[in-house]
Nanobody
Framework: QVQFVESGGGLVQAGGSLRLSCAAS????????MAWFRQEPGKEREFVAGINWSGEITWTVDSVKGRFTISRDNAKNTVYLQMNSLKQEDTAVYYC??????????????????WGQGTQVTVSS
């Protein structure tokens, strides 16, 4: 089964930027819709952004529209999350996930069955 490794998290000041990467271990990744989720301690995992297998269709949660952009490079087996104008409320552990059964506009974590280990993003004031 494909595995994912996230990177790019860290500590950044409010208004700053980070780019998260999610590297897949196998080329089968290129067939799957992908998404980024985030989770704060004691809260449910929240959908952030999704992208279809080809990268032609993306969808995001309203709270990050205009600030976050999801993209993918299937030749590099990698999906990205560019995060600009970061706010303190963006602080969370960010996870990438794949839906091996396919689909578009998927937002529930129940639709995704392969997950990375997560990377911490902390936005300071």
């Amino acid at each position: 089964q494909v595995q994912f490794v996230e990177s790019g998290g860290g500590l950044v000041q409010a208004g700053g930027s980070l780019r998260l990467s999610c590297a897949a271990s196998e080329r089968t990744f290129s067939r799957y819709p992908m998404a980024w989720f985030r989770q704060e301690p004691g809260k449910e995992r929240e959908f952030v952004a999704g992208i279809n297998w080809s990268g032609e269709i993306t969808w995001t949660v309203d709270s990050v529209k205009g600030r976050f952009t999801i993209s993918r490079d299937n030749a590099k087996n990698t999906v990205y999350l560019q995060m600009n104008s970061l706010k303190q409320e963006d602080t969370a552990v960010y996870y990438c996930a794949a839906a091996s059964s396919g689909g578009t506009y998927l937002r529930s974590p129940l639709n995704y069955n392969i997950w990375g280990q997560g990377t911490q993003v902390t936005v300071s004031s």
